[in-house]
């Protein structure tokens, strides 16, 4: 409405709001960036881990009797030991989950993103790479960046071409940084092995979704920050960033526009 003073949002995205119409109209904008990191980090490593090796697909196989005698190459998929790791968005998320990632024996870490950060970087010796060679190179790719006009539709047709038919693709950040039609072809056809998904456009995902037809695609709610502490922290934090917007005082966490 036209008294509206004050926005706090419980996310670190902030694509949901309309920026340019906010700015106009001198809106200030609370966010909760940091306090979700962790949470964020976690989720994206065990995503990451249960579509590598395959673990709704097993527990399924229990269920279902399909667990019968031993055999040499039934439900097996690929380790993070001696591979190379590709991070869309190497921020704050970026950063935690290629520290998490690090202790498993990741050989290379590559990046990309608007541009390099070598600080950030320095840590895990990540190297700076176009898009296109992130997606040559990797083993397992994560999507951690912003969703902006820049990013929207990146991971497309053309991007999943490129991938090894070996890779494992998961995205924690946006649905709309991937061209859905563009991955379940790639998932379907064995272009790529695996996919990830903590984000989908729309969001519920349609129960009849194509993409939930494939054995080798495992979607979750988008519960990235989904502890009870983490929760807990952010809520505190998005009523604190109101109430001093609404007092006119600088805000715990405020997006600058």
């Given at each position: 409405?036209?008294?509206?003073?004050?926005?706090?949002?419980?996310?670190?995205?902030?694509?949901?709001?309309?920026?340019?119409?906010?700015?106009?109209?001198?809106?200030?904008?609370?966010?909760?960036?940091?306090?979700?990191?962790?949470?964020?980090?976690?989720?994206?490593?065990?995503?990451?881990?249960?579509?590598?090796?395959?673990?709704p697909?097993?527990?399924?196989?229990?269920?279902?009797?399909?667990?019968?005698?031993?055999?040499?190459?039934?439900?097996?998929?690929?380790?993070?030991?001696?591979?190379t790791?590709?991070?869309?968005?190497?921020?704050?998320?970026?950063?935690?989950?290629?520290?998490?990632?690090?202790?498993f024996?990741?050989?290379?870490?590559?990046?990309?993103?608007?541009?390099?950060?070598?600080?950030?970087?320095?840590?895990?010796?990540?190297?700076?790479?176009?898009?296109?060679?992130?997606?040559?190179?990797?083993?397992?790719?994560?999507?951690?960046?912003?969703?902006?006009?820049?990013?929207?539709?990146?991971?497309?047709?053309?991007?999943?071409?490129?991938?090894?038919?070996?890779?494992?693709?998961?995205?924690?950040?946006r649905?709309?940084?991937?061209?859905?039609?563009?991955?379940?072809?790639?998932?379907?056809?064995?272009?790529?092995?695996?996919?990830?998904?903590?984000?989908?456009?729309?969001?519920?995902?349609?129960?009849?979704?194509?993409?939930?037809?494939?054995?080798?695609?495992?979607?979750?709610?988008?519960?990235?920050?989904?502890?009870?502490?983490?929760?807990?922290?952010?809520?505190?934090?998005?009523?604190?960033n109101?109430?001093?917007?609404?007092?006119?005082?600088?805000?715990?966490?405020?997006?600058?526009?």
């Amino acid at each position: 409405g036209p008294g509206l003073k004050v926005i706090s949002t419980l996310s670190v995205g902030f694509d949901h709001l309309a920026l340019d119409e906010i700015k106009k109209r001198g809106i200030r904008v609370g966010y909760t960036p940091d306090v979700l990191t962790d949470a964020t980090a976690e989720l994206s490593v065990a995503l990451l881990l249960s579509v590598c090796r395959r673990l709704p697909e097993a527990a399924e196989q229990v269920k279902s009797g399909g667990w019968t005698t031993w055999k040499p190459l039934w439900m097996c998929g690929y380790g993070l030991s001696d591979s190379t790791v590709g991070i869309i968005g190497l921020g704050r998320i970026g950063q935690a989950v290629a520290r998490r990632l690090k202790p498993f024996g990741v050989r290379k870490f590559l990046y990309t993103g608007s541009g390099p950060k070598p600080e950030s970087a320095a840590e895990f010796g990540a190297e700076f790479v176009p898009l296109t060679r992130l997606a040559e190179e990797s083993d397992f790719v994560v999507v951690t960046c912003a969703l902006t006009p820049a990013t929207q539709g990146m991971c497309n047709k053309d991007f999943f071409s490129r991938m090894k038919k070996t890779s494992v693709f998961v995205n924690t950040s946006r649905g709309a940084v991937v061209n859905q039609e563009d991955l379940y072809d790639a998932l379907a056809s064995g272009q790529i092995a695996a996919a990830g998904l903590d984000v989908t456009t729309p969001e519920p995902l349609p129960t009849d979704h194509p993409l939930l037809s494939l054995k080798n695609c495992v979607i979750l709610p988008h519960i990235g920050s989904a502890t009870y502490a983490t929760r807990s922290t952010m809520a505190v934090l998005a009523a604190n960033n109101l109430l001093a917007g609404l007092r006119g005082e600088p805000m715990p966490h405020e997006l600058k526009l």
